[in-house]
C-alpha cells in the first residue's frame, strides 16, 4: 500500500509563491510517473503538472512558466513551486502517482 502525503498549503496574496511537497512511501518511487493535480469548490478535479520517473514534465496551459514540478529520488518526494499565484489557483491540491494512488490533499487560498 503506497501512502501519499502532500504539505505546504496555506494562504498567499495574489503574486505570491508556495512550494507544496508530497512525501510517498515504497520503495519504487523513482520508477513511478507522480502528478499534481487541484480541485475547485465546484469544479471537476484537474491536473497541473507531471513529471516522469526520467524527469520529463508536462503542465497544464493555465500554470506553464509559472509552476515548476520536481522530485528527489533520494527523499521519495515530489514537489510543486508555484509562482505568481492568482486567486484562480485556489484549490484543494492532490498528489497522484501512475497506480492510481492520491494523497489526501492540501489546501491553496490565494488572497488578499
Known amino acids: 500500500q503506497v501512502q501519499l502525503v502532500e504539505s505546504g498549503g496555506g494562504l498567499v496574496q495574489p503574486g505570491g509563491s508556495l512550494r507544496l511537497s508530497c512525501a510517498a512511501s515504497g520503495s519504487d518511487f523513482r520508477f513511478r510517473t507522480m502528478k499534481w493535480a487541484r480541485q475547485a469548490p465546484g469544479k471537476q478535479r484537474e491536473y497541473v503538472a507531471i513529471?516522469?520517473?526520467?524527469?520529463?514534465?508536462m503542465y497544464a496551459g493555465s500554470v506553464k512558466g509559472r509552476f515548476t514540478i520536481s522530485r528527489d529520488n533520494a527523499k521519495n518526494t515530489v514537489y510543486l513551486q508555484m509562482n505568481s499565484l492568482k486567486p484562480e489557483d485556489t484549490a484543494v491540491y492532490y498528489c497522484?502517482?501512475?497506480?492510481?494512488?492520491w494523497g489526501q490533499g492540501t489546501q491553496v487560498t490565494v488572497s488578499s
Open positions: 513529471i516522469s520517473s526520467d524527469g520529463n514534465t
Open positions: 497522484n502517482n501512475d497506480l492510481s494512488y
